[in-house]
């Protein structure tokens, strides 16, 4: 297996070498096996385990043991224990969840914190299919299906190819010692239940019943790219504003069929999942939006607009005059002008003595009003925006510049009209939004 390990590594994952690793080590077969391995082909690793605190004495014990073979290895340990159990009741998930969040929370930490390229687990073979029989037990679309990944950004999975049969045949041939983990037999978890009770079964159909799986699990991941390059193809074709809102045009989504897998496939990498939604949104009157966890889909006349939630900006931002350094989310530029010079969206001319500096700049909130340059009497923000035929999302962008609590400018849109320049202006302001 050494050999079949080395050329493994060398063909698929050649950027391990001369890179800093940790091994995340457990103490059992697989991992113990993995240490063994990487050193023996001289990468350059480091032990990495956890102590979840969940088996006692047995915990601690396998601590000791991954000391143990560090020395044993010459390689550098490193150790964390935890309260998992505090952590899982505190989260409201389970134990082995919260083990997992904690697990890959560290080795975020000791990639980022302590320079180290790449973490290694050993996962294999088996725990593939365990993998996909769980996921199809709960139902899931092609990607549940296709199974671990060999690379996901950091971390590496170099035993996907090889069978739990194969790793404990290594590990008696060189008479490699390892901890069996109690929990492991105990079926009230479903993994184990798959793993003891139901694989077992699932190899005895056919001598070659995993190769045949790992075969099979293949194809499906060449699917799977072929649709990822077609839904790509789709996505290029949608239009990307200057302020990052994708629109896509709703027409061309209607032509596709099946539209719910279209659906699916264009749209759940954003973390809409209900697709029911997503479908009569294509049917919806303008202004009506789904919202998921990170992104935003707006209803537009012919259109859908896409957005990513950015947190609403809490704090307000100083603007001084001219000459006072400006520590603003946006280009604005301030100067005193003998007269009032070319107009566009971009520029306003102000009265300087009735602005109150330094002025203040917020986005919009509700019952906010203003009086727009050229006309009599005040205008309610929101009426303004509706009369603008301004979507949600522009609403939600929308800057405004403030003297003390009076709307100075809607920027981009409409100055107010108590501060315009007129015959009795000794001093003019010219400020330009540089978008």
């Known amino acids: 297996m050494l050999s079949e390990f080395k050329k493994h590594v060398d ?3 050649p950027f391990l070498s001369g890179r800093k690793l940790l091994v995340a ?3 059992g077969l697989d991992s113990v096996v993995l ?8 990468l350059e690793v480091t032990l990495a385990h956890c102590n979840f605190k969940l088996r006692g004495a047995e915990s601690d014990g396998d601590a000791e043991f991954v000391g143990q073979l560090g020395a044993q290895l010459g390689v550098e340990v490193l150790q964390k224990g935890f309260d998992t159990k505090a952590f899982a009741s505190t989260h409201r998930g389970s134990v082995q969840m919260a083990a997992r969040e904690l697990r890959y ?5 000791l990639i980022r914190d302590s320079g180290f390229d790449f973490v290694l687990t050993a996962h294999h073979a088996d725990d593939a299919l365990e993998t996909f029989l769980i996921n199809l037990s709960r139902g899931t679309g092609m990607e549940g299906l296709t199974g671990i990944p060999e690379v996901n950004n950091e971390v590496v999975r170099p035993l996907l190819v090889f069978s739990r049969e194969q790793i404990a045949t290594y590990a008696e041939k060189q008479s490699i010692s390892w901890r069996e983990d109690s929990s492991n037999a105990d079926n009230k978890y479903l993994r184990n239940r798959i793993r003891n009770q139901i694989v077992p079964h699932l190899k005895a159909l056919h001598p070659t019943f995993l190769q045949n799986f790992k075969q099979t699990q293949e194809y499906l991941q060449q699917s799977q790219a072929l649709i990822q390059n077609h839904l790509n193809e ?9 302020d990052g809102i994708t629109q896509i045009k709703i027409s061309d989504l209607e032509k596709l069929s099946p539209l719910p897998a279209y659906l699916y496939g264009l749209f759940e990498c954003y973390g809409f999942t209900d697709f029911d939604a997503l479908k009569a949104l294509l049917k919806a009157s303008s202004g009506k939006q789904v919202v998921s966890k990170t992104h935003t889909l707006l209803k537009d006349r012919a259109y859908l607009l896409l957005s990513k939630i950015k947190n609403r900006v809490e704090e307000t931002f100083l603007v001084f005059e001219q000459g006072d350094k400006n520590d603003l989310p946006i280009n604005l530029r301030l100067e005193i002008v003998g007269e009032l010079e070319k107009f566009d969206d971009n520029t306003v ?3 300087k003595e009735k602005l109150n500096f330094p002025l203040v700049l917020r986005k919009w909130e509700k019952g906010d009003y203003f009086y727009p340059f050229g006309m009599k009497g005040k205008k309610k923000l929101s009426k303004f925006f509706k009369d603008e035929k301004m979507d949600l ?5 929308q800057w405004l510049l403030c003297s003390d609590e009076q709307i100075v400018w809607v920027l981009g849109r409409r100055a107010d009209e108590r501060f315009k320049v007129e015959e009795s202006t000794r001093q003019i302001v010219k400020i330009t939004w540089i978008a």
Request: charged share 25%.
């Open 105 to 109: 929370q560290w080795f975020s930490e």
């Open 349 to 351: 001319y102000l009265d």
């Open 35 to 42: 240490a063994h391995l990487c050193s023996r082909i001289d």
């Open 25 to 27: 080590c457990s103490g």
């Open 11 to 13: 063909i698929h994952f």
């Open 234 to 242: 789709i996505r290029e074709g949608w239009h990307i504003a200057d």
């Open 393 to 397: 999302i522009s609403k939600e962008n």
